[in-house]
């Protein structure tokens, strides 16, 4: 595996593997890898001839009083993950290498972006497609692979690449999980222990929530997603049932369907989901 | 010259090309081809393997009640005009092919957007970075050709593509004038024949205005303008005196300055700058 910092030097290297007709595998993160990003890894590894991951913590993302300068950093550890994986290029720039002065042009999430997440974090996911346009225009990837835990994500960067016609193909990865169903996340570690215990009943009420909604609807889905989540520490951000990936609220004729909650513990805020449909295929 | 009307064709042209090593030169174009889109052919012929040019009126970078039905089109002509002058690959698709949906991400030119003609066409900015992002994610070009007559355009592309890192380099190729002086233009057939004899008045107006600028200061120079202006039939959108390609209310230490200005006749809103220095370099 080989480190590159610099935005030029991705450049060549990226020019150089187009011309010798090699396809790329794109894993873009945030580092602090965990089993989540190593089956990303996995999937590129299958269905390209070049895996580049890129570790860049952005903070365009990153709203006032959020998390940017203590979102966890292990860049050592890193490496040796993503080496043991079968990463090739490790992209790994400081910020002022992808943002040398302040932007003077950026990419706007126009759409499935004012709900669940983007909700309580109005610009992050415009942080997030204006990283992604730079790390794309840099990368040059023909699949990029994103995991499903970040659903609204994968929905909003889907909408990106046809939007903008980037030429990169998007694949969504299935969510690694806990054996007890608590959803992989680098923000695990800064639960404490009765936390840690109490996170698996995420999954849980969103999958007893997604069989209440095909029986009784939304209004008692949430219903009983609340009450079920009413018990714990943690407090609840948002618990909702839209349609994938428009993420609009479903109507009859919509079978395809989120269910999505987040949850603030005391330093750590997790999110995950279950993509369901509401008849047989 | 082949004509290329889809996306997907386009992007495997622009694969082959890049796989053989080929240098792109790219003229975006809005088509009704005039002698300072020529000017741009032959720049992009001289440093560039392949030539390619789009034709595309984007209505995404018209704003309402503007004239987007009316803006003049002849493709025939266009494709003459276009193989004549050495252009290899023709790229034409329909607003579909470009924009199959309502766009759910959009780019947005946040600074030097808002002065000179941004002020009065709120969103035009937006919808150029826009489509801009979209053909050079579709043509992968190496160069792109840009006319100085339109200098705010050719100052946010330059932000457009630093600030994502598209890897094409900007040429920004120096405005064709007629032999009075008169800007070429696309609108220009729209000019009576009476105000066909008063546009050149704002080349020359400009040229005095930067004379006066570096004698008298930016207050006297915009005055001389209104005056000399104020004449003709013609109304005055702006006129404006500022750093470039910042865009910004010069400084006594700022030395490379903009002097541009708009006006309206019945049917055409002219723009013209020149760009100058107030000390010997």
Redesign the interface.
Known sequence: MITVTT?KEM?QIT?NL??Q?KKIGFVPTMGFLHEGHMSLVNKSVEQSDVTVMSIFVNPLQFGPGEDFDRYPRDIDRDKKLAEESGVDILFNPVVKE?Y?????????????SDVLCGASRPGHFDGV??VL??LF??VSPDKSFFGQKDAQQAA?VD??V??????TEIITVETVREEDGLAKSSRNVYLNDKERKEAPAIYQALKNSSNIYIKSGKERAVEMFKKHISSLNGELDYIEILTYPELQEPKDSDHRLIAAAAVRFERARLIDNIIFTTEEV
């Open positions: 935005v450049q020019e187009k011309q007709g992808l040398p002065a302040e932007p003077s042009v950026t990419v706007k999430a126009v759409t499935r497609v204006t346009s730079i225009n840099i909003i909408g990106l046809k939007s903008l016609h980037f030429s």
